[in-house]
Nanobody, 119 residues
Framework: QVQLVESGGGLVQPGGSLRVSCLAS????????MGWYRQAPGRQRELVAV???????NYADSVKGRFTIFRDNAKNTVYLQMNSLKPEDTAVYYC?????????????WGQGTQVTVSS
């Protein structure tokens, strides 16, 4: 199992930057993939960015060039650096971890952290 705790959300003006963090309860080397999803009111949860155990990253088209996912292995923490924020980035951001065991995917979620982009 994996417990995930997000932090770092808040209110930021358009064009500003914010970094959210996700602390995992186990070594992130043991986790096959970690990522960030977001869910805005009235919308489905969507993938924002993912980083695999091997270090490969992938981003939603809407955030490419503005957001960066990276990790600190020693701290068991994955970060999402968000720059040039837009009002449409407003959402609850959820940390996600995936474990693959015998071809079965086990998914874990954090409690979410609110990011609001508004002037």
């Amino acid at each position: 199992q994996v417990q995930l705790v997000e932090s770092g959300g808040g209110l930021v003006q358009p064009g500003g930057s914010l970094r959210v963090s996700c602390l995992a309860s186990r070594s992130i080397f043991s986790i096959d993939a970690m990522g960030w999803y977001r869910q805005a009111p009235g919308r489905q949860r969507e993938l924002v960015a993912v980083i695999t155990r091997g270090g490969s990253t992938n981003y939603a088209d809407s955030v490419k060039g503005r957001f960066t996912i990276f990790r600190d292995n020693a701290k068991n923490t994955v970060y999402l650096q968000m720059n040039s924020l837009k009002p449409e980035d407003t959402a609850v951001y959820y940390c996600h971890a995936q474990l693959l065991l015998s071809a079965i995917s086990y998914d874990y979620w954090g409690q979410g952290t609110q990011v609001t982009v508004s002037s």
